[in-house]
């Protein structure tokens, strides 16, 4: 171990002895952000600034569930990035599968597909709707793999999902009208049945949300992080939750 180890890992446990327990986030959400730059600024390829953020995830669950973290919303592709180029989006996509059947195999974690599935290729598609499966039974962190994720299409598909749900009841649209609600939108969101985010994380410098759950955020308090999301270290982690515990969270009153 070099000098500038030690003094990290100092500094890590120094930030981790004054966190308050107390107000650790029940449930984050991760961009992860800068895979592509992180790449670059190193001399590396786009897939491998993919595979090094792939492999930073199990990482970010270790640091989780010390923190007693009990939901992860992990951006992993966005129905943006289903525009990139064939010769990049091919290989991002094995990265992604790799990385969903990695979390299903570690034991621990329970995955979820937040996302649209009729966009994604059908490979893809077999592998999160295995990995729910496999993972269904368990009791640790739930996961949530938000791959084709776009906020908008999210609320557009819960009101579709409500539409139809109403239709096969025979509901009017004027009744509808009368008794639609928040409620009744957000239980038909992808993440239905689950806490909202207390704590949204975004690497890389950028501090926009980029459609990230638009919806479930609403109370959320954000945190951007200016390293790139490969580069993504536990002191960073702990700094984040030092933020959201120092802050007064007031819900809008």
Sequence with gaps: MNLRDLVYRLYARRVEGRLDHTQVPKHIG??????RRWAKASGSSPEAGHKAGASKIQELLGW????EVEVVTLWMLSTDNLDRPEKELVPLLGIIED??????ADGRWRVHHVGTMDLLPARTQAVLKEAEQATHDHTGILINVAVGY???QEIADAVRSLLLEHARKGTS???L???VDVEHIS???YTRGQPDPDLVIRTSGEQRLSGFMLWQSAHSEYYFCEVFWPAFRKVDFLR???DYAARHRRYGS
Excluded: K, Q
Aim: aromatic share 4%.
């Design 150 to 152: 776009g906020g908008r």
């Design 177 to 179: 009208a009368e008794i």
């Design 99 to 104: 990385a969903v059947r990695a979390l299903a």
């Design 187 to 189: 239980e038909h969101l």
């Design 64 to 67: 989780c569930a010390e923190s």
């Design 30 to 35: 991760v961009i992860l952000d800068g895979n």
């Design 240 to 242: 984040a939750l030092r």
């Design 173 to 175: 649209f004027e009744e």
